[in-house]
């Protein structure tokens, strides 16, 4: 089965340009989840989906953000414009629903996007 | 709003030694789950444990295995017979209870473990 896949691996962009990252989850988990880690810092939970709905935006961090969910399916984040604060790593994750003996189900971690702006 | 803390940014260990890292996290509520994330280096993010605060009993998985003091909000971790493959940064995480839907995870900053031969 395959896992959770982010593209691109690493991003180098200029301070006010757009950059779009994407995430595939494992197929079936209805559950998507973004998180970000800034050097130094703790991995910061960004925003939920549950199948293509926005459960839980939170921990988005400004307006700069638009994430999307295409039919429940993949998963993008667009940074537009990018500000030198946005470099870090950002992770996608998944699970599907409940499943027994366990009443939370497992999030499976993507590799992470390395986004770098000058 | 919760909290997690690892108090411990790096540690070392002597393979087929035993190390614990420490954890300790602050909420309100009475329901949660932890869980400890080990991620290799240049590799993905994965579960090594996890513990229901209801559950008493400490959750343990092979070398695995963790301290649950739950009026302390402290959750440790040990790993026996360290292998050099266990190298890498753990996450210590928290998760709400919200009816039984899942959430958001809550991270520390991560403890970086080297095993040495």
């Known amino acids: 089965e395959a896992g959770v896949t982010q593209f691109p691996s690493h991003s180098v962009i200029e301070k006010g340009q757009t950059v779009t990252l994407r995430c595939d989850p494992i197929s079936g988990h209805d559950n998507l989840y973004w998180y970000r880690r800034v050097m130094g810092k703790e991995i910061k939970f960004l925003l939920h989906?549950?199948?293509?709905?926005?459960?839980?935006e939170s921990g988005m961090p400004n307006n700069r953000f638009l994430a999307e969910r295409t039919g429940g399916t993949y998963s993008t984040l667009k940074v537009q414009p990018a500000e030198l604060e946005d470099s870090g790593v950002y992770f996608c994750?998944?699970?599907?629903?409940?499943?027994?003996?366990?009443?939370?189900?497992?999030?499976?971690f993507g590799p992470g996007t390395r986004l770098t702006v000058l | 709003a919760q909290t997690v803390t690892q108090s411990q940014p790096e540690m070392s260990v002597q393979e087929a030694e035993t190390v614990t890292l420490s954890c300790t996290y602050d909420?309100?509520?009475?329901?949660?789950?932890l869980f400890w994330y080990k991620q290799p280096p240049s590799r993905q993010m994965i579960l090594v444990i996890r513990q229901e605060a209801y559950k008493q009993q400490n959750a343990t998985e092979n070398r695995f295995s963790v301290n649950f003091q739950k009026a302390a909000k402290s959750f440790s971790l040990k790993i026996s017979d360290s292998q050099l493959g266990d190298t890498a940064m753990y996450f210590c995480?928290?998760?709400?209870?919200?009816?039984?839907?899942?959430?958001?995870?809550?991270f520390g900053k991560g403890t970086k473990l080297s095993v040495k031969p």
């Open positions: 989906f549950v199948k293509e709905s926005k459960q839980d």
């Open positions: 995480a928290f998760m709400r209870e919200r009816g039984g839907s899942q959430g958001n995870l809550i």
């Open positions: 994750a998944s699970s599907q629903d409940l499943t027994p003996p366990y009443s939370v189900d497992e999030q499976f």
């Open positions: 909420t309100s509520e009475s329901n949660y789950y």
